[in-house]
């Protein structure tokens, strides 16, 4: 089955920095990456996706990159907020309707203000 | 996008009790899907819930212990049954929205088994 791996587990950034987290996947039949947020207390929350067919995806001050080839994508946060302190997972799945997610470790970000 | 509530917020309970979890959501929706997310970790799914159809569960989870109903196409429960601490964890509902793996979380159910 597949098997994702994220890096690094924890973060701390100064706020305005950027920040970057990867992620490394074994399936090379998985075409969907989402990316998820999670506050303290609070349930999971997609902030980004991305497919197969596209190399990148922004909205705003983040972004998603895939490297289909190497099997890798990265979630990337500009210009850092205090609100953007939370653990983040990525995952990913065949893309078809009812394939199940299969999350990363996840990442916990601080940024300093 | 889909609005998700999961009843209780969160509960205590003791060991050998069974608690039944439920999530409602503001739209119609074919597939949902349990988690568990046990203290500082990631994600695991317990099981698939079709409308209409036994849900599917995941290596290492079954039925006897997590049973799940899915009675129509806004609502669903999963009860865990004969608790021990082991199961103290959050338990996650999701929705599949629009087809194509894209899902949205409920807010969770944070359950304590003493």
């Known amino acids: 089955g597949e098997n994702v791996e994220q890096h690094p587990s924890t973060l701390s950034v100064q706020e305005g920095d950027s920040a970057v987290i990867k992620c490394t996947y074994s399936?090379?039949?998985?075409?969907?990456f989402p990316w998820y947020k999670q506050e303290l207390g609070k349930g999971p929350q997609l902030i980004i996706d991305?497919?197969?067919?596209?190399g990148e995806k922004k909205d705003q001050r983040i972004a998603v990159t895939l490297n289909k080839t190497a099997k890798h994508f990265s979630l990337h946060i500009t210009e850092t907020q205090p609100e953007d302190s939370a653990v983040y997972f990525c995952a990913a799945s065949m893309g078809s309707s009812g394939d199940k997610l299969t999350f990363g470790t996840g990442t916990r970000l601080a940024v300093r203000p | 996008s889909a609005v998700i509530s999961q009843k209780p917020s969160r509960d205590i309970c003791q060991r050998g009790t069974s608690l039944t979890i439920q999530c409602q959501v503001d739209s119609q929706v074919t597939m949902m899907f349990w988690y568990r997310q046990q203290p500082g970790q990631s994600l695991t799914l317990i099981a698939t819930a079709n409308q209409g159809s036994e849900a599917t569960y995941e290596s290492g989870f079954v039925i006897d212990k997590f049973p799940i109903s899915r009675p129509n196409l806004t609502f669903s429960t999963l009860t865990v049954s004969n608790m021990s601490p082991e199961d103290s964890s959050i338990y996650l509902c999701?929705?599949?929205?629009?087809?194509?793996?894209?899902?949205?979380f409920g807010p969770g159910t944070r359950l304590t088994v003493t």
């Open positions: 399936d090379s039949a998985s075409n969907y």
């Open positions: 999701s929705v599949e929205v629009a087809g194509g793996s894209k899902q949205y």
């Open positions: 991305i497919r197969s067919n596209v």
